[in-house]
């Protein structure tokens, strides 16, 4: 377990899971080395779009059409701070490149570019993120917090936040409703 790269690979949170913030959550696990992990939370819409945090930072929305975009809830980390989950990686001021496809960044001008173009076209916009010190992602893993599955960026942006959890368990070939709440160990 000690070399495990979950990178672009999804958490799911196990029934026994007992943090609030990560009751039900899926995962997108967008870094993680010997320093830690950092992951969005990709199935917790707030209650704000692209519309309101847009106006919020004084962003021009020129693209009505993603006016109705939800803003996630990523994680209880940095909650005043913006991360965009975007395909494709692109070229922008702060930006990790997680796969040859996606990237997550945190610079303004992601936002500017979304707001006067509308690209990158395929956003999920969060306040916050999930992380996780040296170690500490193991810990849980062995402590049967969450099942992983290898992402899809299907899943993160072509089906609605509450499609994406199921889709992911289908990957495991189980439905949340078969997982138990009583961790066991071999």
Same mark, same amino acid.
């Given at each position: 377990m000690d070399n495990v790269n979950l990178t672009d690979n999804f958490l799911i949170a196990m029934p026994a899971l007992e943090d609030p913030y990560f009751s039900n959550a899926l995962v997108y696990i967008c870094e993680h080395n010997e320093n830690g992990a950092l992951g969005i939370i990709v199935n917790r819409p707030l209650d704000m779009n692209l519309a309101g945090l847009f106006e919020k930072i004084d962003i021009q929305l020129e693209q009505p059409?993603?006016? /109705?975009?939800?803003?996630?809830?990523?994680? &209880? =980390?940095?909650? /005043?701070?913006?991360?965009?989950?975007?395909? &494709? =990686?692109?070229?922008?001021?702060?930006?990790?490149?997680?796969?040859s496809e996606i990237g997550l960044t945190s610079s303004r001008d992601i936002l500017a570019a979304v707001g006067k173009e509308g690209l990158p076209a395929e956003i999920l916009v969060s306040l916050g993120y999930s992380g996780w010190d040296a170690g500490q992602l193991e810990e849980e893993l062995a402590q049967n917090s969450w099942l992983t599955v290898p992402a899809k960026s299907a899943i993160l942006f072509d089906l609605p936040p509450e499609e994406r959890l199921p889709a992911a368990m289908q990957k495991l070939g189980v439905s949340f409703s078969q997982l138990s709440d009583v961790a066991g160990h071999a």
């Amino acid at each position: 377990m000690d070399n495990v790269n979950l990178t672009d690979n999804f958490l799911i949170a196990m029934p026994a899971l007992e943090d609030p913030y990560f009751s039900n959550a899926l995962v997108y696990i967008c870094e993680h080395n010997e320093n830690g992990a950092l992951g969005i939370i990709v199935n917790r819409p707030l209650d704000m779009n692209l519309a309101g945090l847009f106006e919020k930072i004084d962003i021009q929305l020129e693209q009505p059409g993603l006016a /109705d975009l939800p803003v996630y809830f990523g994680g &209880p =980390v940095q909650l /005043d701070r913006g991360f965009v989950l975007h395909r &494709p =990686v692109g070229h922008w001021q702060s930006t990790l490149a997680i796969s040859s496809e996606i990237g997550l960044t945190s610079s303004r001008d992601i936002l500017a570019a979304v707001g006067k173009e509308g690209l990158p076209a395929e956003i999920l916009v969060s306040l916050g993120y999930s992380g996780w010190d040296a170690g500490q992602l193991e810990e849980e893993l062995a402590q049967n917090s969450w099942l992983t599955v290898p992402a899809k960026s299907a899943i993160l942006f072509d089906l609605p936040p509450e499609e994406r959890l199921p889709a992911a368990m289908q990957k495991l070939g189980v439905s949340f409703s078969q997982l138990s709440d009583v961790a066991g160990h071999a």
